[in-house]
């Protein structure tokens, strides 16, 4: 009985803590219920914002995108706009004031400072909801439901989102679309013109030369458009004297992006003109950042790759060398190398792993585009991970390294020599043995 009686206590307790907190639960979430202005059922596909100093502002969301309709018939902000068909499709208000309210006049609500109308999918009816005055000890509003007498309290928050500028809710990204499926970049300017081809995963210069392409750069170019916005609308219907006016009839870039599968490309037209980059695309002409100008405006050879290789030191498995009548092979075996031509011997690993990060660290600081008489002091072979193998031809020229993967119709001009790669007796990478 002893030992039964704490047992048995213990359990009550257990029970009664349970209770407690189920019961607090179901208080809590009672207390959510009442502070709800609004329960949507369905997603919201109209809103409407009506203000008392003349705006009047319409917006409509098909095929998944929000669309403004008044004042403009043009592409809204979808983050803005959902932002406020999320908030409304389940919205509590913060507090009550009065709950049959007769002098509406004090909070701003006989004259509402804004309506706003909503429309939810499949439905005619709209919910609309009157806003009035700021409270005064913060920027809470007052609101409540058309033909409603419950005055509540809203989040400044949500009625920031009401009260922007038109231009606020337009989309103001310029051209979006998806990076990846690009395959084609054509720029041509007064100062600057290149073309460049996707080709797998690599980027690959056509003119004015032909060239291994900079995958991160080219990246960057496609990422800067698809990023600008308009920081002015200049015109969403120009005309030919419009277009002369911000001189884009004679653009001084025209750049063109092709896109996998689609047939016509992405087109815009970019001029400076006083101080300001102005932008056409199609009929629409909008004033943007100059560092779009700029990124696009690069030279062909900013554009091109600069690496010897294009993998990295830790993924080569073998190597092999061919240096005058010095032949040379090696084996990585686990994290160990081993020679295998002209002697076969454990080598020194931070010595080889010093020469492959010296090979995949060598850059271009010039390029010789259609070289005669090439005739390589070094051929190296790698092989890879996945059994990929890459083959590269290295001289040198006036005193500097000169080199290419082999098959490439260009050679690279590097601020190095043989001698400061190769050692001077191989024998050296020899690991020492241990005693």
Known sequence: MRIRTPIILFLILILLVGGIYILSKYQEKKKQEEKRLVKLEEAVQRIEIKRKEGIDLLFEKANGKWRMRKPKDVEADDYVLGRIADEVKDFKYERLVEEKAVNLKKYGLEKPEILLKLMERGSNTPIEIEIGDKNPLNSNRYAKLKNSTKVVIISSIFTDLLTKEPIDYREKKIAKFDETKAVRIEVKGKETSYKLIKRGKDWNLESPVKSLADNYKCDDLLYSITGAEAKEFVSDSANEDKIKQYGLNKPSLEVKITLKGKEKPIILNLSKNKGNVYLLRGSSIYRVEESLYKTLSKKPKELREKRLVRFYSFDVKNFSWKKGKEEFSAKKEGKEWKALRPFKSKL????????????????????????????????????????????????????????????????????????????????????????
């Open 348 to 435: 020194n690993r931070e010595k080889v792993d010093g020469f492959l990060r010296s090979i995949e660290d060598l850059e271009a600081s010039d390029y010789i585009d259609n070289p005669s008489g090439f005739k390589p002091a070094v051929i190296l072979n790698f092989t890879l991970e996945k059994g990929k193998k890459v083959s590269v031809e290295l001289g040198e020229k006036d005193g500097k390294l000169i080199g290419r993967e082999r098959g490439l119709g260009y050679l690279l001009v590097m601020k190095k020599k043989l001698s400061d790669i190769f050692p001077e007796n191989i024998k050296d990478w020899k690991a020492e043995e241990k005693k």
